[in-house]
């Protein structure tokens, strides 16, 4: 085994379990022990990474590496899944935490996308046919920042430009000989007005809004205070000259408004070519910088139309009455220019390549944006620049990275995801509108095309559910990059360890590591994969190690991190969570827990079990007791009665009852009640690794062998009486080595397990020397009958004689004699039941028969 001991590499790790295995079966590497039975030799027991293997003295000068370790199929997946541009070709990917996904997925596509061509900015411009509707323009990255500023520019001397040109005195003249022109005729028409009004007494009034007729009386122009004060006849015989007087001037007062419009018309028609001369220039200026896009030249169009409509509001008003008591009022009509203003949503002009978004908090309005609002005077009010992009606008032409927990505990952000994904648009839309909470006026911009792939990150269970239960994640989450949580311990890998390790160095500026550091690193990362051939791919857990061994090497001012800081790390950070661990030892110390580990004893036994606190899990034994007497009830499982018992554990002792039915029960029927108990057990338990340990329980109580107490067992069994690998089997060792420390190593303690389950051995440096200096022994079994030989010193008899018995003195054939008792008292009893009950039936058969008669006896 020096070989797998000495170098991880090549083909050594990966083939460490397979001659591992073959070493228990084969006897090599062992010390054989009494009768036929095997245990491990040290050397089994871990598999050490050589330091010497390395060619650096430390990390400092390794090259750094982001790569992912470990992961080929879930590499090729991704680059498949980056590469495939078709719709519904997103990505999920799932995996443990801890495996380094995120980092990789950022990582990953971040080398991709540099390469890739950098998407359009987006901009919102106001919408002149439709206000509440604002348009989206799309413009080649970095034109929108220019477009912005263009327009920015364009507005902020508009108004001043305008204001300008109609102060100009060329301008005020052309307008003043527009306004004598038709001045004359209205001076002639209103001549004949007061003309014919006088006729009946009228007198001819004008003002900006309109043409008045005042009444004369006694040579003098009636207010309208003095008109109610008249007498009522007199205001009859008015109001009747009233009605003559319109009639008689409706023509003349039609051609004086005609003239009044068609001069207005001039003036307008002299101020819109002012206006051109003024700003045409800059209007086609634009339009020859942004001639290819079309949207641009057509919304430059629409704002020259928008400025010719308009341009009373760029003429300084006379303030109202309200705005000279409230100067504030009427800001917005003061600032006509704002509508041609950009909101640029999207500013791609600093990126390389395609985005890349990595967000933990996709709120529905962080995802698609929102339209903001403004409280004037009590009033909610909105407008086209205050459209907010979400993270999709962001990442649109990109990728965009999101936890699938975080999505789907964000309300309709899970179902918002899918919308967008199926219509490949963004719509700006207000939640609660949505929701049908609050009806609110609101804007609803141009939806804007959608080009985007998303990754989502997760793990198996989530993954499982919505393929499962929702139709649409198949159709849009077609490719799974499914990250491994352990990864083989060979040559390629173990070299790439020291990579990782310079990197996260460097990039957490922690100490760098020497060799017999990194190795340790490696072993350690054997551990938490629990096996000799493999290691974690779960980089979060390496990296925990790597950051407190460097703060423990700089307390001891040391330059580099060493072998002994990284178990340091390892056994301190075992040591803040083992306070259940160091209880449960307490009380086995103090005999409060009841555990042997010296003697014998019939039907007892100490079963390893595993205790799981969430971060921290441990292996303590536990005492199974075993009761069998005369019976039908098969095999009672006390925690079961009790409802304490797992699924998997009651299948175990079902299990049970088919071996020792098939082995003992061929020729005669089965009268065994045996009760099972896992002794001071207060809470629920589950898993099979235990059936083991209670079927060689039930076999010493049947054969009233005893078993040795200071050898402790674990393993599942099947109806065949195979040994069946289990989990933990680390922790379970150290758990009874650690009880076994403590009272005193004897050289007799030891433990069985499955013989599949030395590959996934990993154990402590105390436990490995134990085993080195014989205290204490390990002992790979694959059947029952080589665990009861060990348990018991007697032989197991897995032969049977010419009349299908088994031998005589051994575990089985005692165990055989015994049921075969069990077989003939129960029998015995059923005889005389059967006769006991046939007896009754015949006495109370015979009592009917002879029942005397009424007309029977002496007659009177």
Known sequence: MSDITNDPGGKAGDEAAAKTVAGVKNKTDMRECKMRFTELSHDMLVNRCDPEIFKFSDTSEVEPSNEVIGQERAVRAMEFGLRIRMEGYNIYISGTKGTGKTNYAENHIKKVAVKEKTPDDWCYVYNFDNPSQPVAINLTAGKGRQFQKDMHEFAKVLSDEITRAFDNEEFLKEKQTISKKYQKQKEKLLNRLNAEAGKYDFKVKTTTSGIYFLPVVEGKAVSLQEYGELDENLKSEISKKSEVVHEETADIIRNIRTIEKTEQENIAKWESKITLLTIGTSIDDLKKKYKRNKKITAYLEKVQQDILANLDDFKEPEPSEEQSVFPWMGKAAEEPESKYYVNLVVDNGSLRGAPVITDYNPTYYNLMGKVEYENEFGTMTTDYTMIKPGLFHQANGGYIILQINDVLMNTLSWELLKRVLKTRKLVIENLKEQLGLVAVSTLKPEPIPLDIKVVLVGNEMLYQLLFEYDEDFSKLFKIKVDFDYEMKRDKENVEKIPHFISSYCRSGKLLHFDRGGVASVVDYSSRLAEDQGRMTARTGDIAEILCEASVWAESEKCRLVSAGHVKKAIEEKRMRSDKYDRKISEMLEEGTIMIDTEGEAVGQINALSILDMGDYS???????????????????????????????????????????????????????????????????????????????????????????????????VNQKGEIQPIGGAIEKIEGFFELCEIRGLTGRQGVIIPHQNVRNLMLSDKVTEAVRTGMFHIYPVSTIDEGIEILTGVEAGTERKADGAFKDGTINGLVCKKLHKFAKISEGKDLKAEKTERNDGHKTEKSETHKPEANDGPQD
Not at 687 to 707: F, K, N, Q, R, V
Request: glycine share 12%; net charge negative; hydrophobic share 35%.
């Open 618 to 716: 441990f292996g303590k034994p536990s005492r199974i007791t075993a009761a069998t007497y005369v019976g039908k009830n098969g095999i009672v499982n006390i925690e079961r009665e009790a409802e304490m018992s797992g699924t998997t554990h009651t299948k175990g002792i079902l299990i049970l009852s088919g071996y020792i039915g098939q082995k003992y029960a061929q020729d005669m029927p089965l009268s065994l009640t045996a009760s099972l108990c896992f002794e001071q057990l207060y809470g629920g338990i589950d898993g099979d690794s235990a059936s083991s340990a209670e079927l060689y329980a039930i076999m010493s109580s049947l054969s009233e062998i005893p078993l040795k107490q200071y050898i402790a067992v674990t393993g599942s």
